[in-house]
């Protein structure tokens, strides 16, 4: 499954998007919703992630849109590993009185951490009450693909993808091995992260390697 990042500021032009897409995840520390335009995107029937960056808003602000998206029907919430206890435990307590999914996130622009941090993280994650864990990081080599994608040999929800141009390849194979679902982008230029390869793309990579 393909989970596009979309950080489209016209409710317009996300709604119509979003008619087109099994699951997405929402940016909204990228848009420029208000409160009555986030309840209109999270109240579609469709799988959509909340997720809100540091950014751009404090924690206060954040937890005001995640809460807003998670009431409205957010399928999961997006927080991060280092974010302060207080802060993930209200969004995680008012996930769980609403249904909806915590995914804890782990990104890194920077490397890839050895594999001992890698398992690390994702077991701390868990721990911390996470029903998918999400590990993103930048593959300055190729073995770094081999870090990322060994984690899926551990039992939970993961998604676990290398970012850069390096990463690709990851991002193609982490759905044959696992992965809740896996991150595209709406087109080329649009990309929310690096090394995020267009969902017509990357869609029809899968469907040829299926086809196989």
């Not at 520390?29 to 992630?49: N, Q, Y």
């Not at 998604?159 to 991150?183: D, H, W």
């Amino acid at each position: 499954m393909i989970c596009v990042s979309i950080g489209e500021q016209n409710i317009e032009k996300c709604m119509s998007y979003l008619e087109k897409i099994e699951i997405a995840e929402i940016r909204l520390d990228l848009t420029k919703f208000s409160d009555v335009e986030i309840e209109r995107v999270f109240s579609l029937k469709k799988k959509l992630i909340a997720t809100c960056r540091t950014c751009k808003f404090n924690d206060q602000q954040r937890t005001q849109k995640l809460k807003t998206a998670i009431r409205s029907g957010a399928s999961f919430v997006d927080i991060e590993y280092e974010s302060p206890v207080a802060y993930r435990n209200d969004l995680m307590e008012y996930a769980r009185e609403y249904h909806c999914d915590v995914m804890i996130s782990y990104h890194n622009f920077e490397c890839t951490p050895s594999l001992y941090d890698l398992k690390k993280i994702m077991e701390e994650s868990f721990a911390m009450g996470a029903n998918v864990v999400k590990i993103a990081t930048m593959v300055n080599y190729n073995r770094d693909n081999s870090k990322i994608l060994s984690l899926y040999e551990a039992p939970g929800r993961l998604v676990a993808i290398g970012m850069g141009q390096l990463g690709k390849i990851s991002r193609i194979v982490a759905p044959f091995l696992g992965a809740e679902f896996t991150f595209a982008s709406l087109d080329e230029g649009e990309e929310t992260a690096p090394g995020q390869i267009k969902y017509s793309k990357l869609n029809e990579f899968i469907m040829k390697i299926q086809e196989i």
